[in-house]
């Protein structure tokens, strides 16, 4: 007789709670740091909403949005909004640079207790950690050598340009010394007063050097302990922004203990991370601390290549955690000077941050048409702060083959920039098509470059471009009230 070895399985279930559980769920926090893993951004006065889904009877919860920084008792609370359909929400600024963290407070009626969301990361930095124009000093040395004070008139001419931060090259080696033939430590903390003085800031350099040689093995401890000496002694200079052109090099371990530590006592600290590796490598040092992520326009190519191009430093997702700092690149390529300026017009226009080496402007004493060009770019960049904002870039439709309209900005005051990116020798006219929600009986588009403002209708608009003078075209869309009815000829 057959003896069945079939076991039956008894299922296991949870046991009950000594006390019933709340009447209450909370659910889809947004913005989310991932469990502390992908930190929130956010810059001083910045706007930071929270929504939530709630769900409970309306009228016996009250919802609050809680914050603090971090390692202080007490929070600070904001009542939630209902949206609709079990949906609230609420916006804070903070006036505070640091490490806070929020989360979500559910109060029941009549004190009958309250439900708290897990609280969630969030990094306030100060505004330049998103919308800084960088700019990359050439060299701290001629074949005489030089002093302190003679790279004053440099920096006065860059800051009449519109840049907010010059970057020094490596001061010195491994130990963390300063360069004999630029001076002392006692003149690196003189220029950066004197730099400050001039409304103007100055990013030292901090490089791993053989860092392959961290990520690969070694004495790890040593080697953290010599590259953190030589951060912890450039910050102790009065430097407040760090450019770190090799930071793909290194372990995240090492980023990851660094960024903390000298956040720690210096919260003020802005980090680029230089334009090497993969995207995903920079979206883990973004989560990590840093502050900016360099990247390079390079050889132009097609229009579709370039909406390729603002996809990636626009992405869909929300909060994500880089911020691009676009650079335009001219080396080993032969560009003509429409095409420069092009580059530069994508980087200043296309990203909150963008830099450029002091190498390709022309002189580097405000005078020569790519110097101008440049001050041009960010006198727009400070007089539109769209631009300086992370918000979406749209593409917009043009049947011109080789014209590029990017939007930035969402109804009035927006800025449209057209690029000819396959420049013609002789002028021509390029339709271009505004979303919808841009159509009106009559506004204005104004000519950031002239002043001039000419009246639009409807969605379809003709743009004058040629190869020279005219490659970049950038125009801020204004209504009725903001130009009085009255457009120059």
Known sequence: MHQSTHRHRIAAFPPIPSE???????DQVTPSSRGGTAPVKRVLDEPLRVEVDVLAEEASVRVFLRWRLRGVLRWEE????????????AEIRFPLAGDYEFAVRVALAAGTGEALSPAESLVVERTLARSAAWVALASFRNATGSTPGEWLPRLDALKLMGFDIAILPP????????DAGFGTAEDVEWLL???????????????????????YG??????????????????????????????????????????AELRAAYPDLVFLAGGGGSRKQRIALARIGFSQSLSTIGQTGSVVELKRLVHDHHPPEEDDPRRSCLW?????????????????????????????????????????????FVSQMNRIRHANPVLRESGTAV???????????????????TVLAVLNVAP?????????????????????????????????HGSAHLVGLDGFDRCVRVFRLENEEEFGGSVLP
């Not at 019933?20 to 909370?26: D, F, G, K, Q």
């Not at 904001?78 to 929400?89: C, E, H, S, T």
Request: charged share 20%; glycine share 10%.
């Open 20 to 26: 019933p559980a709340l009447p209450v769920v909370i």
């Open 78 to 89: 904001k009542a939630m909004i209902l949206l609709g359909d079990y949906r609230y929400g």
């Open 171 to 178: 001061l010195g080696g491994r130990e963390g010394g300063i």
């Open 193 to 215: 007063r004197a730099a400050a003085q001039r409304g103007m800031e100055l990013a030292l350099t901090l490089t791993v050097g053989d860092a392959t040689a961290l990520a």
């Open 218 to 259: 070694g004495d790890f401890a040593a080697r953290w302990e010599v590259w953190a000496e030589r951060a912890r002694r450039l910050v102790a200079l009065g430097v407040r922004a760090l450019a770190c052109p090799d930071a793909h090099l290194a372990p995240a371990a090492f980023w990851g203990r660094l960024v």
């Open 328 to 372: 335009p690149e001219f080396s080993g390529v032969e560009t003509t000077l429409a095409e420069k300026k092009i580059r530069i017009a994508l980087a200043a226009l296309l990203s909150p941050a963008w830099g450029i080496s002091e190498n390709w402007i022309a002189g580097a004493d405000g005078h020569g048409p790519l110097a101008s």
């Open 395 to 413: 593409v917009c439709h043009s049947p011109r083959h080789g014209v590029l309209p990017l939007l930035r900005g969402q109804g009035r005051s």
């Open 424 to 456: 013609e020798p002789t002028p021509v006219d390029a339709w271009i098509h505004l979303p919808r929600a841009l159509e009106s009986d009559c506004f204005a588009a104004r000519d950031l470059f002239t002043g001039r403002a000419t009246p639009w």
